[in-house]
Structure formats: C-alpha cells, structure tokens
C-alpha cells in the first residue's frame, strides 16, 4: 500500500513504515525536507509527539520549505514542546513562529507576494504564547500576548481580562 493511501485510510503505522524505508535513501535536501514533515503528521496520528517534534525540526532544518509550512511546522512545535512541560524550548520556537509571523504580516501587505500570505496569529495562538511565557516566568511577554489576543477578538472574554489581571499580579505589577 502507497503512503499516501494508507494515511487516507487512517492506517498511520503501514504509512510510517513506508515512509521510513524512504528516509533510508539519499535523498536532496527538499525531498528529506518533505518526508520528514509528512514523517512528522504521521507521527502525530499515532500519538509519538516527542518524535513528531523532532521529525519536524529534521525538516525545518533543511531550509528548503516554503514560509506556510515552515510556519505551521514551528507553531506545531511550540505545542508539542509545551504539551511535553519543555517550557523554554517551547517560548524560543513561539516567539520565532510570531516574530516571523508579524514579519511576513508587513512583508505581504507591502507587496502583496503570496510568498508572505502564511496563517496570522489569532486569539488562540495569543493566549498559547501568554501560558508558554507565563511558564517560563516571562510575564512582560504573557501580558504583551494577553493584550494581543484581547485586541484580536471583537468581544473578548471575561477570562482574558481575568488571566490580564493574574499575570500582572504574578509579575508584581499591582
């Protein structure tokens, strides 16, 4: 069965196998690149994060991805190392996906290249950052991505402003 069958068919291990008898070959980087990221998706399937994480960062290191699946690999990461408590891997990978984010945000509005057209940061993405920071005790940066996902919503939650008020107390600002 090819690997992209099997995947469809939700038959992740038969897929894995396939893919890792791919990865036994010489391959240029862009095909590492590709395999390593669908190696990374598969894994994610059959609940192996800690390997997903590292299949993904294989991938990104080939720097051979276009800027939407280089972004959506880190954001990916930034979860999965929060999801494992690696609180400080997972704040360094966060502030690179925003900071590039932001980045591609002004460079696709300038010139309208759809190079720079990856997926913006939203609510939810804000308030990962504000728990990732808080947990590495970076309350300036947990309180910045508080206020960021309170601006990105039309009518924020009352738990926003609840968890603004914490971090503030938390970094000693009342």
Do not use: C
């Not at 894995?16 to 590492?32: M, R």
Request: aromatic share 10%.
């Amino acid at each position: 069965m090819k690997i992209q069958e099997a995947t469809t068919d939700g038959k992740f291990a038969e897929a894995l196998e396939g893919i890792n008898k791919l990865a036994d070959y010489k391959t240029v980087p862009i095909e590492t690149a590709a395999f390593q990221r669908a190696r990374g998706f598969i894994l994610l399937n059959l609940d192996r994060e800690p390997e997903a994480a590292e299949a993904f960062k294989i991938a990104l290191a080939q720097g051979e991805l276009n800027n939407f699946m280089t972004q959506e690999m880190k954001y990916i990461i930034a979860n999965l190392h929060a999801g494992e408590s690696q609180w400080e891997e997972a704040f360094n990978v966060y502030k690179e996906w925003l900071d590039n984010a932001l980045a591609y945000q002004a460079q696709y509005e300038q010139t309208q290249n759809e190079d720079y057209n990856v997926t913006q940061p939203d609510s939810d993405s804000y308030r990962l950052g504000a728990a990732i920071a808080a947990s590495v005790n970076n309350f300036p940066y947990a309180i910045a991505r508080t206020e960021d996902a309170i601006k990105v919503i039309p009518q924020p939650e009352k738990e926003l402003y609840a968890l603004l008020v914490a971090l503030h107390y938390q970094s000693k600002d009342l």
